[in-house]
């Protein structure tokens, strides 16, 4: 099954930035969209088709693609940006979506 | 506003079903794909499948044992879950694809417990 590959953790002091990868196979054919989450908060999504940011996603959060590898960049880290940060895409076909494992973002 | 509320906790022992509502709200229903993810204590995020009022489509690993399904009348989205394993305990989310995010999910509900347990 397509799996999407992402380092389990990133760490960054304030004003810093902070990259996070998501490898997979499909990833040059398919979008991939990030995702932050906070402990006992539903995910939320702060990147689309690769590098678009939604309404009310502050314009630190940047994404980019290469090939088959995407990153989100967070830039100034702030103390709040620490979080999970989950990619996802679609595999080959586009029939199954797929999460990539999760990055724990700490702000030293 | 847009909103998805979900159905509360459930204790169920293995072997069981469970159904899961996703009740929206603050939009044009019938115009929007509904996605099931979920996530276990301490893990990441799974993909279970997405419907709307004319299609569905499941996780390989789920065929079988899952079931999505939709009132529109009452802008609700079912995911039923047979046969459940200790391993299917999980926080529940649906979510809205959004065509306009290229179909990344921009509304979530506030998920809901599956506890299995003997």
């Known amino acids: 099954s397509y799996e999407l590959t992402q380092p389990p953790s990133v760490s960054v002091s304030p004003g810093q930035t902070a990259r996070i990868t998501c490898s997979g196979d499909?990833?040059?054919?398919?979008?991939a969209y990030w995702y932050q989450q906070k402990p006992g908060q539903a995910p939320i999504l702060v990147i689309y088709?690769?590098?678009e940011r939604p309404s009310g996603i502050p314009e630190r959060f940047s994404g980019s693609s290469s090939g088959t590898t995407v990153t989100l960049t967070i830039s100034g880290v702030q103390a709040e940006d620490e979080a999970d940060y989950y990619c996802q895409s679609a595999d080959s076909s586009g029939t199954y979506q797929v999460f990539g494992g999760g990055t724990k973002l700490t702000v030293l | 506003q847009v909103q998805l509320v979900q159905s509360g906790a459930e204790v169920k022992k293995p072997g069981a079903s469970v159904k899961v509502s996703c009740k929206a709200s603050g939009y044009t229903f019938a115009s929007y794909d509904i996605s099931w993810v979920r996530q276990a204590s301490g893990q990441g995020l799974e993909w279970l499948g997405w419907?709307?009022?004319?299609?569905?489509g499941y996780a390989q690993r789920f065929q079988g044992r899952v079931t999505m399904t939709v009132n529109t009348s009452r802008s609700t989205v079912y995911m039923e879950l047979s046969t459940l394993r200790s391993d299917d305990t999980a926080v529940y989310y649906c979510?809205?694809?959004?065509?306009?995010?290229?179909?990344?999910?921009?509304?979530w509900g506030q998920g809901t417990l599956v506890t299995v347990s003997p």
């Open positions: 088709k690769d590098n």
């Open positions: 499909a990833l040059p054919k398919q979008y």
């Open positions: 979510a809205r694809a959004n065509p306009q995010s290229g179909g990344g999910f921009d509304f």
């Open positions: 419907t709307n009022n004319e299609n569905t």
